[in-house]
């Protein structure tokens, strides 16, 4: 390793991820100031609720990085879930740097970027745990752990001030369906090596013990097939190979065959197929093929296992899938957790099912899906393998960095560092300590833009959807007389009073009463015109309705 400066500095800098669940977006930089140079680690996304409407994509906004984008020396990325790489289509033509991931990551983002119109074309660099590479002044290698998705690492960062591992998503696992298990002699020989910060995974912070088996997910999907007469579906996240694979066995063990349903499904799996993650599997049903297929014959694992509308099994509980039905005695396991914030979605879903008389199997019912993430023992077993001088809880809201913080306290880690995103944590030289607090914020992929929420029009979107939008329109002389009758268009208002009056007709009455009411000189003002009749049809409606529509006079002098 080059030899360090006197003036150097190490530096951890979340911009997405710390505070919240999903988004993850880390920075680490090593130098003084100005000469600092910094790589990404993950680029995720979270996803819009209700009060963002329009919105596709929620993204960190990385104002600080692309501001010194000379000083940026690459994106090297954990593992293929959403909230860890989902952003790099639309962040990346910001950002224009190499991406280092492993070969599955690799074909799922080359899967993306085929499938998207007009994607970037982004320059990636396969790597595998346990080979060492240089990006910048760092030193990266990495190290397999299990989670939920093929071949998710954590990082080994080494530098001249000091070694950091960040985590990312992990948990071990004595018996994974799919992958290696969490690589302890690795991380042993990394602590014996030296850690001096560790960037830990808080998700399951607040969870006693250790987490189930995959293995105990498999056999529980596996009776609930067995035992059941009509139609199976099984709603999961679509990354998670490991589960598509043992509903695959659980299904062929029962004599059924197995379909597809969602893109995003389709994708990984053909994904995986290519990279033989899939092998012994016979091949996936088409779509076409459902109602060919006896009830008692099919398992159908689909997307739509947090309530999305528009995603297979959404569409299906509305009677609206364009090839595939549901009938009474038919049974839909949830095999997955409830993202924070999904859960009225999911519960309209699940509502919509058992109305068409579908039996739905739950997480917590029966044991039909275990996390991807560590409890506190797991926790545990990790500062025991690294052995970090410092401890930094990331991925999690903020009840589970705090409960990671003090259990890192309480398990004998002497400097334990509490962030937020936007925080500069300078790890080295000296204590850990934020040093500096820059602009992180949010910021949104709406289709094929992407900008700040005021940029994107979504807070005037909101205010439409909570009150709707008027507009009269205006045509007058040089002299201030109107040359034709007002024309009133209303949207999203209520289309009578009392089931008598019409909006439309009450917003004219008030936008002609106070025209008329303006004298020859004020009519030659075309903003007070426009000014005067917006307050009167605004008092209007307020009168009338107690609400207030955004309100647009449009004045036109010819």
Not at 38 to 47: A, K, M, R, S
Not at 219 to 244: C, D, Q, Y
Not at 264 to 287: K, M, N, Q
Not at 489 to 500: H, S
């Amino acid at each position: 390793m080059a030899a360090k400066k006197k003036t150097d500095d190490l530096i951890f800098l979340p911009l997405g991820g710390v505070g919240e669940i999903g988004m993850n977006f880390a920075l680490y930089g090593y130098g003084k100031g100005k000469d600092r140079r910094f790589i990404i680690v993950d680029v995720g996304v979270t996803f819009p609720g209700d009060d963002f409407p329009g919105a596709d994509l929620v993204l960190p906004d990385i104002s600080y990085i692309t501001q010194r984008l000379d000083k940026l020396d690459g994106i090297i990325i954990t593992h293929a879930h959403e909230d860890h790489y989902g952003a790099l289509l639309a962040l990346w033509p910001m950002l224009k740097t190499k991406v280092w991931c492993t070969p599955f990551t690799a074909g799922m983002l080359e899967a993306k970027i085929e499938g998207e119109r007009n994607a970037p074309k982004i320059k990636i660099e396969v790597f595998k745990a346990g080979e060492p590479f240089k990006v910048g002044p760092f030193e990266i290698e990495g190290i397999h752990v299990t989670h939920s998705i093929p071949e998710p690492v954590s990082l080994m960062i080494r530098s001249p001030l000091g070694n950091i591992i960040h985590t990312g998503d992990w948990k071990l696992d004595h018996a994974p369906t799919l992958g290696q298990k969490t690589d302890e002699a690795h991380f042993r020989r990394m602590g014996e090596e030296g850690v001096l910060a560790l960037i830990c995974d808080s998700t399951n912070a607040m969870v006693e013990g250790t987490s189930p088996s995959e293995e105990s997910v498999s056999e529980s999907l596996a009776n609930v097939i067995t035992n059941s007469t009509g139609r199976v579906l099984v709603t999961t996240f679509s990354s998670n190979v490991g589960r598509i694979r043992s509903i695959a066995m659980a299904a062929e063990k029962a004599g059924r065959k197995v379909m597809i349903l969602g893109r995003s499904l389709l994708r990984v799996c053909d994904v995986s197929r290519d990279l033989g993650y899939l092998d012994g599997i016979a091949p996936f049903l088409t779509e076409d093929e459902y109602g060919s297929i006896a009830r008692n014959k099919l398992v159908v694992i689909c997307t739509g296992s947090q309530g999305e509308q528009r995603a297979a099994l959404g569409k299906m509980s509305r009677g609206e899938h364009r090839n595939a039905t549901l009938a009474a005695g038919d049974k839909v396991i949830f095999s997955s957790r409830s993202i924070p914030g999904n859960e009225r979605g999911i519960n309209d879903i699940q509502n919509a099912l058992v109305e068409q008389g579908v039996e739905i199997v739950l997480d917590g019912e029966t044991l039909v899906h275990v996390s991807g993430h560590p409890r506190r023992s797991e926790l545990v077993q990790m500062y025991e393998w690294t052995k970090p001088t410092i401890g930094v809880p990331v991925h999690g809201e903020a009840r589970h960095l705090a409960a990671h913080a003090k259990l890192m306290g309480e398990q004998g880690i002497s400097d334990v560092a509490p962030v937020r995103n936007g925080d500069m944590l300078r790890l080295a030289p000296g204590p850990a300590e934020v040093i500096d607090n820059v602009t992180a914020g949010r910021i949104y992929k709406d289709g094929n833009l992407v900008g700040t929420e005021d940029q994107m029009g979504i807070a005037r979107r909101r205010v439409l959807s909570w009150v709707g939008n008027v507009v009269i329109a205006m045509v007058i002389d040089s002299r201030g007389d109107l040359l034709a009758d007002p024309e009133v268009v209303c949207e999203g208002l209520p289309r009578t009073v009392d089931g008598n009056d019409s909006f439309e007709d009450i917003i004219y009455d008030a936008a002609l009463e106070a025209f008329e009411a303006m004298t020859a000189k004020q009519r030659r003002d075309q903003n007070r015109i426009t000014q005067t009749v917006e307050r009167a049809v605004r008092a209007e409606i307020r009168d009338f309705w107690g609400k207030k529509p955004l309100i647009t006079a449009l004045v036109t002098r010819v």
